[in-house]
């Protein structure tokens, strides 16, 4: 079973003569541990999409599905019991609370949802070494470059062992080692540790790690392919000119 | 620990100063009602042991309700009753001694005792010498008095030694014959000497301050007491000692004056809590959207910021009432020192009641958490998409427009109001003036910051303008800051104006007091309880002197209308008007001071007939030691020494039917037409010598001594009008640090791109001036009519003044104004001028 | 294609048996990403060897047949030094895919939109593969080798985007009026990521309608 599923998701901004659908009649479905990319040029609607699915907005009409419970039917409370026991969040800025050290921020969530914080912050320590941070662990953000501060982020998206992490270009704010190095983790996220990603990305590169990448055009999926799996290096190489 | 505790933590020490700015806002406001409430009670306990020795060892003690002289014979109606064993009347007068170096005391306190029975009553232990004997009352002998060890060893006296006493008919001469081991009140200094020759010095024959009474062994007190009450009738008080009401009452005053400054610092430290908060929240806008999304309810985080101000209000509650204690210590050891010298007391203990301790801390507390929890719910509503977009300027701009109308519209309808003539539609008028004015204080900052900066900008042009860019930018914390500056400056306004009424309106009573040429007054001014009066002879003696013409004197009593003590005052209406002018109310003339004739008629001043809702031609009754009395108020009119109190005016005939009293208490004098006024105050400066208890002024000196005295009066109003302003300061303060924190990147770029420290500093200043010149505009233009507000109510309590254009006043609270704007603008100035470039361009 | 001056490098380094230049040239540029037919190592070597550029030695072995070892003369050491010292010309512009898309555009049976999303999900495919074993690779020279496949194809992901941006343009101009085109394009080197590619055909928008720039 498909742990998302978006169908027919529309979202309208603004009424009359200004409205602005910013997504129109998406459907869309992932996978558990799969990793997607969406891409498009600006302003067609990708961070919608993912602020639907996430629950942080509500749909015009349409209907997100998360572990098939549909969320246009939740309560506030509800949705954000949803955010924080079965999704993850990584955004491009603000992603950390700059008065908390690095096991601190990854330790949220759980602190949240009343988790004992001897317990929460010995799996955020957990997460925080799996991302390759646990010599950074009482770092406060303004001391961690932006990768590693991305790196918290991802460890903070995980503590909670959701289904899905939703990711809105994460590497936006990196240079390109620090965007490939994140890449590369959350493909491990998908791959070894099984949780569905959903991620926006402007750089081919990026998206080149997901299995599926999803585009989309004024607020429409135009396209939608497996990457993964299908074709040999050497087929690559001849088609690039190599040989 | 909670993450909200840690996150509040270590969010306040992220931002010291803000933290320190809003934490200063709530000390003040706790320290003052805490330190006053903490001084207050050891005060008042103070003064009811002073009572409580005074009355000593006596069983009962009967005096009249209103504190005036009454018939010694009621003694015997307290002797009659059954289980009282002795009963024994007593005159208690306080008397100021002349200037003598060496006697370390001013005030001297005469006891009129009956040698006879009050050792029945109250055990007199010698120390040395004598106590006083039958034979003592013997008005011919030469006088004798007794006197406490303790008072002797301070006066340096000792058995055999003259002790000069001021007295009606003059000074009295007393041998001391004996001294006594008995406790003395620690205010006091005594002297016993016998009834009549008390009686006599203080021309009061037959009459009495108190009965002291002794019961019988094995009585019931209660019933006894009672018993007394029945037998003695209404018009008096019995068993306790009412603490010299008063002293008592002036320390009510200043308790309330202290809460009240407390509240508004309280309140206004409410103001920049709120402030704080708001920016607090805005700054975390992204932090909350982010929190929001990754799982926290809003419940979580209301309670974050709630949590937050609890921090604070704790911090702040905390050290206020350390600085509460601390300034209650201070003010203790101060009136320690101050009383000390005049009173012999030990010290003055500070004591926090429960009820002290709990108003300090709710109050604390409660201002820190009401006022954050408005910003508080402003961040529970943050959606976790806000984390992600800019701040939205112009949704704040348009609110900010409509609050603007609202306040326009609440200024017109107070013009109106307070136009109206009507006491109750000005006061609320002043109430909605100055609400509106906070209202439109955000939309009216964009204009008045575009005309006051056009001064700034002639001097730094480009500091100027950045300066008013920035504050147009942020309407309503500027709207805030200009609120908080805004009422305090109205406030020091009004009181500005009042004290301009007032002092111009006393020193218009003052020069009508002295159409009369010579003035003999008690030392003290006002004519109050245990003055000393004099007999006749004072008044015939100035009457003789050469060059005197006409003389009118004037006789005071207590008296009780209702609940309210007044004062009687007794004169001579045809003497009178001929040396004294009334201030006769309207619809009064001379005509009704000639009614006094008729001994059932009454004048009244204003103050009495404001405080007891009367006019002329209403009837009021008065207690007299005589019992109650009906009187017919003839008409209005105010003289400058009572006005301040609710006064009546009676014949002298009036006053000794009823009252019994037959001592004048000043005498008013003219010279004769052509006389040499200078060679008429010698002569009489001669006849006055020989009563020592009494000054003599001539118009002139009058004058001046009056002046002195409003001058100081001035001088405490604008202490406190400027006092009343620092809450201000912090809020100015606070603003300015918040601002430059908010623009740290700001600055640095501008540092970057070559702005010198010296520009960014005048940058600040700039601001901070501009805020306060609009606040002080604003409190301009908001407490004249705060001050005519004031003006009309006193005048609705009976204290009619005109209301005067209070040009000092506007000047000072421009001055007061100037001077925040500079001392609000130095730390964050230095602040912004000192950050380092680097650091402030990566600052987030 | 340089599989000639690559056997000269070779043999500069040393003489060499021709699966010995099979083994080394592998270790170069890593397996399987070039895979190299040894026959074609051997014709190569006849022709080079037909050209004087190398000569055969046969070196006898005990017990087993003869075996040839190649060495570098002069003539070869003169080729492969004038191959070191000149430039590589560019061969971007004779692209089948454009060829492809251009056809398909006069072609009613074809569709150009659909041959461009082919082509972004080959090349995207292409990309994640390369991507994989980039990560994979330990020595430094394979590790460059894909770094430069990975940028071509980025760069022909970017140029895709474009072309799918601007294909209705292209649709109104008629096939015959389809000029040949021009040296330079797609671009040589890639432009910075969220760059040229959006911006630069909305520019062009507003002139000529013409596909070109
Ligand atoms: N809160 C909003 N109000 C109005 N329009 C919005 C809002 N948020 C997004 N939009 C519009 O919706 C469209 C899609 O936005 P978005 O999903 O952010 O695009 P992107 O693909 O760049 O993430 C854009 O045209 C944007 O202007
Ligand atoms: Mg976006």
């Known amino acids: 079973m498909a742990i998302v599923e978006t169908k027919g998701l529309t979202k309208v901004y603004g009424t009359g003569e200004t409205a602005v659908t910013a997504l129109d009649a998406v459907d869309l479905s992932l996978d558990p541990g799969e990793f997607v990319a969406v891409m498009g040029p600006s302003g067609c609607g990708k961070s919608t999409l993912l602020n639907l699915v996430g629950g942080l907005d509500t749909p015009t009409s349409g209907t997100v599905t998360i572990d098939g419970r549909e969320i246009s039917q939740l309560s506030d409370d509800e949705i954000t019991r949803l955010r924080r026991e079965r999704i993850g969040f990584v955004f491009q800025f603000f992603n950390l609370i700059p008065v908390l050290s690095a096991v601190e921020n990854a330790a949220l969530p759980l602190i949240l949802d009343r988790g004992g914080s001897a317990r929460a912050a010995a799996k955020a320590e957990e997460w925080l070494e799996r991302v390759g941070l646990e010599d950074r662990r009482a770092n406060r953000p303004d001391q961690l470059s932006g990768g590693q501060q991305q790196r918290v982020a991802v460890a903070r998206a995980l503590v909670t062992e959701p289904a899905l992490v939703l990711a809105d270009e994460p590497t936006g704010n990196l240079d390109s080692k620090s965007s490939e190095e994140i890449a590369t983790l959350l493909r491990q996220v998908s791959s070894e540790w099984g949780r569905a990603i959903l991620m926006v990305t402007h750089d081919p590169r990026i998206a080149a790690h997901a299995d599926r990448i999803v585009f989309m055009r004024d607020g429409r999926i135009v396209d939608d392919t497996k990457i993964a799996g299908a074709e040999s290096a050497r087929d690559a190489m001849e088609r690039v000119g190599l040989l | 620990m909670s993450i909200s505790f840690t996150l509040a933590r270590r969010y306040m020490a992220g931002r010291k100063l803000r933290t320190a700015l809003t934490t200063l806002a709530i000390v003040l406001g706790v320290m003052l009602i805490f330190g006053f409430n903490g001084t207050l009670p050891g005060m008042m306990e103070w003064m009811r042991k002073s009572m409580l020795a005074s009355v000593g060892e006596v069983d009962l003690n009967v005096q009249s309700a209103s504190s005036a002289l009454f018939d010694q014979r009621v003694a015997d109606k307290v002797a009659a009753v059954d289980g009282v064993a002795a009963a024994t009347p007593v005159l208690r007068r306080n008397v100021t001694l002349p200037e003598k170096p060496d006697y370390h005391t001013t005030g001297i306190t005469v006891i009129g005792i009956d040698p006879v029975v009050s050792p029945d009553v109250r055990s007199y232990p010698v120390a040395e010498g004598r106590m006083l004997a039958a034979s003592d009352d013997d008005t011919n002998a030469r006088p004798v008095a007794v006197i406490p060890a303790s008072t002797a060893e301070k006066m340096g006296l000792a058995v055999g030694d003259e002790l000069v006493v001021p007295a009606a008919s003059g000074a009295m001469t007393f041998e001391v014959v004996g001294t006594l081991d008995s406790p003395v009140p620690p205010a006091t200094d005594e002297v016993y000497v016998s009834l009549p020759l008390a009686q006599d010095m203080f021309a009061a024959p037959g009459r009495a301050s108190a009965i002291e009474a002794a019961f019988e062994g094995g009585a019931d007190e209660e019933t006894v007491q009672e018993a007394v009450g029945d037998a003695v009738g209404d018009g008096y008080v019995i068993g306790s000692v009412t603490a010299d009401s008063t002293l008592a009452a002036g320390f009510e005053v200043a308790g309330t004056i202290f809460n009240v400054l407390g509240l508004f610092a309280l309140a206004m430290g409410g103001f920049i809590i709120l402030n704080t908060f708001r920016t607090i929240v805005a700054e975390r806008r992204h932090d909350i959207g982010m929190l929001r999304a990754i799982g926290a309810s809003r419940r979580q985080i209301l309670g974050l910021f709630l949590t937050e101000s609890l921090v604070q209000g704790v911090l702040g509650t905390g050290l206020g009432l350390l600085a509460g204690w601390g300034f209650a210590t201070v003010t203790a050891a101060g009136m320690s020192e101050l009383v000390g010298d005049l009173m012999r007391i030990e010290s003055f203990e500070t004591s926090f009641s429960v009820s002290t301790w709990v108003l300090a801390i709710t109050l604390g507390m409660g201002a820190t958490v009401l006022s954050a929890i408005l910003p508080a719910i402003a961040a529970s509503r943050i959606t976790p998409l806000d984390a992600m977009r800019p701040q939205l300027g112009d949704v704040y701009e348009k609110a900010a427009t409509k609050r603007g109308w609202v306040g326009l519209a609440l200024v017109a309808i107070a013009a109106g109001m307070l136009l109206s003539g009507n006491d109750g539609l000005i006061g609320l008028g002043g109430l909605l003036l100055l609400v509106g004015m906070s209202l439109g204080a955000s939309a009216a900052v964009k204009p008045i910051t575009d005309f006051f900066s056009r001064g700034i900008e002639l001097v730094y042009r480009r500091e100027g303008a950045l300066a008013r860019a920035n504050l147009q930018r942020n309407p309503g914390r500027a709207g805030v800051t200009v609120s908080a500056v805004m009422i305090s400056l109205a406030l020091v306004t009004g009181i500005m104006t009042m004290t301009a009424a007032v002092v111009g309106g006393y020193a218009e009573y003052a020069e009508k007091a002295t159409g009369t040429d010579y003035l003999v007054i008690p030392q003290g001014l006002m004519l109050s309880g245990g003055m000393v009066g004099a007999g006749p002879e004072m008044a015939e003696a100035v009457r003789s002197t050469e060059g005197v013409g006409d003389v009118a004197t004037l006789r005071y009593a207590p008296a009780v209308v209702g609940d309210l003590t007044v004062q009687v005052v007794g004169i001579d209406a045809e003497e009178y008007a001929k040396v004294a002018s009334f201030r006769y109310s309207e619809g009064s003339s001379d005509a009704d001071l000639a009614k006094l004739a008729d001994p059932d008629m009454v004048l009244a001043n204003a103050s009495f007939r404001a405080q007891t809702k009367t006019a002329k031609g209403d009837t009021v009754e008065v207690m007299t030691p005589e019992g109650a009395r009906t009187f017919t108020i003839a008409g209005g009119g105010n003289d400058y020494i009572n006005a301040k109190l609710p006064t009546v005016y009676v014949s002298q005939e009036a006053l000794a039917d009823l009252w019994g009293v037959t001592a004048d208490v000043m005498v008013l004098a003219n010279a004769t037409e052509g006389a040499d006024k200078a060679a008429v105050l010698q002569s009489l400066g001669a006849t006055i010598d020989g009563f020592p208890s009494f000054k003599l002024y001539d118009a002139l000196a009058w004058q001046q001594v009056q002046n002195d005295l409003f001058g100081q009066l001035e001088i405490v109003y604008y202490t406190l009008a400027v006092v009343l302003a620092i809450p201000s300061l912090l809020a100015l303060l606070n603003t300015l640090a918040i601002g430059v924190l908010a623009r740290t990147r700001e600055i640095g770029m501008l540092r970057a791109v070559g702005a010198t420290r010296r520009q960014v500093k005048r940058l600040v200043v700039a601001e901070s001036f501009l805020l306060a010149a609009v606040g002080t505009a604003a409190g301009l233009v908001a407490g004249v009519p705060l001050g005519y507000v004031i003006v009309r109510s006193i005048g609705a309590v009976g204290l009619e003044f005109d209301f005067v254009w209070p040009t000092t006043g506007l000047v000072v609270t421009v001055i007061v104004g100037l001077l925040f704007a500079v001392l609000a603008a130095i730390i964050p100035a230095r602040q912004a001028a000192r950050l380092d470039v680097i650091r402030a361009l990566r600052y987030e | ?213």
């Open chain 3, 1 to 213: 294609m340089s599989v000639r001056h690559a056997i000269l490098g070779l043999l500069a380094q040393q003489p060499r048996h021709g699966y010995e230049l099979h083994g080394a040239f592998q270790a170069i540029v890593g397996g399987s990403l070039w895979p190299l037919n040894p026959a074609q190592i051997y014709t190569t070597l006849g022709r080079l060897e037909e050209a004087g550029m190398v000569v055969k030695t046969a070196i006898r072995r005990m017990g087993g047949p003869d075996q040839h070892i190649f060495e570098l003369t002069g003539t070869g050491r003169d080729e492969l030094d004038r191959w070191y010292a000149e430039g590589v010309h560019s061969t971007h512009q004779r692209d089948e895919v454009f060829l492809k898309i251009a056809l398909a555009l006069a072609d009613e049976r074809a569709d150009a939109g659909s041959i461009v999303r082919v082509q972004r999900a080959t090349l995207y495919r292409d990309l994640h593969e390369l991507t994989t074993r980039r990560n994979d690779v330990q020595v430094l020279a394979q590790a460059l080798l894909l770094d430069k496949a990975i940028m071509h194809i980025e760069a022909d992901l970017r140029w895709l985007e474009m072309v799918e941006a601007r294909l209705h343009e292209m649709r109104r101009l008629p096939a015959t009026d389809i000029p040949p085109p021009r040296r330079g394009r797609p671009p040589r080197t890639a432009p910075e990521r969220g760059g040229a590619q959006t911006r630069q055909p909305e520019e062009n928008r507003k002139g000529t309608p013409t596909w070109q720039s």
